[in-house]
């Protein structure tokens, strides 16, 4: 009977160990799939650095890559890379050919109904990118190329209308010059008396007409009607050019602080980008551009701005002092990895995920690519 009891306390003291242990030690981590971890994964990227960056010796490195392959060594997965375009990465997916897709690829629900995605990894938002000297408040703006092309264009259409002046001058000045002697002949030097005339048209032109000087031959009053009509048109087409290139040039600076600063400048994004897809979304035109040749195009000054992820901008105008990236707190990014629809790996990657992305090591690769934060 002793034996028996104490047999009995020995199970009950067991049982209240095993009790006392912590939920998390009684429950065990979640293992994928044996079938799907030995089959090699077929994984597309898509060059977009410095989330993917192809490396001159054939490998891949950058933000999104990186981060993988850790994942997928926790995991246990074996894949091989295949290089596509962005569009390529989905179709993939949908296809069949593709098991993930790698990359900075934005979580979104048109998205999600062709493919799975993991949790997010990283939050972006969208940025512009502008020519630092053409913002608002910029002390060298009067050196900056947009107010160079403002006063090359007032120059021509100023140049213009002297030597249409100039025209109106001689032929004023060959009407008056024998009739009206005293005020348009110069006292016999031509030059003054040309510049008699050159000094009443301007003044009919500008609507000022001292009276000093008035024509008093029938063929030179009616020159100086039809000067008076046709200067009122000319005046007219100069304010409205003025107006027009201060406009188009900006002068004041570019203020971006909302969707309608935007519809005020001429944009630059690349197709198929989360860029492109606000700015669609919001009717707001824009150029279409590689996105390899966004930040250029702002430096050539082919468009004002260019729209696209933040971080990608900073990316490629890392090199460029004369390109300032905004942020546009207008839209919120979260990139995740995309899987294939159903896919049994989307659970044992999302635990992994989260764990690398609370890590120390996870800030210190943002912090690699993008020292400034991103």
């Known amino acids: 009977m002793k034996i028996f009891v104490l047999r009995v306390a020995v199970w009950l003291l067991a049982s209240s160990i095993g009790l006392a242990k912590s939920p998390d030690e009684q429950i065990p981590p979640a293992l994928p799939n044996p079938s799907v971890t030995k089959q090699k994964l077929i994984v597309g990227l898509t060059l977009n650095p410095p989330f993917v960056i192809h490396e001159p010796d054939g490998s891949w490195t950058g933000i999104s890559v990186e981060l993988w ?23 993939g997916l949908a296809g069949g050919w593709f098991d993930a897709a790698v990359g900075p690829l934005t979580i979104t629900a048109e998205r999600e109904e062709i493919c799975d995605f993991t949790h997010a990894y990283f939050v972006s938002g969208l ?42 001058a001689i032929l004023i000045w060959l009407c008056e010059r024998k009739a009206n002697p005293t005020q348009f002949s110069g006292q016999g030097h031509p030059v003054r008396g040309l510049g008699a005339s050159f000094w009443w048209v301007a003044g009919t032109t500008a609507g000022v007409g001292y009276g000093d000087l008035v024509p008093r031959t029938l063929l030179g009053r009616i020159v100086a009607v039809v000067w ?18 201060l406009t188009t040039e900006r002068l004041s600076g570019i203020s971006i602080r909302g969707i309608e600063d935007l519809r005020q ?16 979304a919001n009717h707001i035109p824009f ?11 702002v430096t050539r000054g082919k468009v004002q ?9 900073r990316y490629a105008a890392r090199n460029q002092p004369q390109i300032t990236v905004l942020s546009l707190h207008l839209d919120t990014e979260l ?40």
Request: hydrophobic share 50%.
């Open 69 to 91: 392959q850790e994942v997928a060594k926790e995991v246990g997965l074996s894949y091989e890379y295949r290089e596509t375009d962005f569009k390529g990465q989905f179709e």
């Open 228 to 245: 008076m009509f046709v200067s009122l048109v000319l005046v007219s087409a100069f304010t409205a050019t003025m107006a027009s290139t």
């Open 305 to 313: 701005a260019a729209v696209s992820d933040e971080p990608l901008l």
């Open 335 to 374: 990139y995740g990895f995309a899987l294939r629809e159903g896919s049994q790996l989307r659970e044992p990657i999302n635990r992994v995920l989260l764990q690398k992305i609370h890590q120390p090591a996870w800030t210190n690769l943002i912090a690699k690519y993008l020292p400034t934060g991103g």
């Open 265 to 280: 400048l001429k944009i630059g994004a690349a197709e198929r980008t989360s860029g492109a897809y606000f700015l669609d």
């Open 127 to 168: 940025g512009v990118a502008v020519l630092k000297n053409t913002l608002t408040g910029n002390e060298n703006l009067i050196f900056s190329p947009a107010f160079l092309r403002f006063v090359w264009s007032i120059s021509k259409v100023a140049l213009a209308l002297l030597a249409l002046l100039a025209v109106v």
């Open 287 to 297: 150029t279409k551009i590689p996105f390899g040749e966004l930040v250029d195009s």
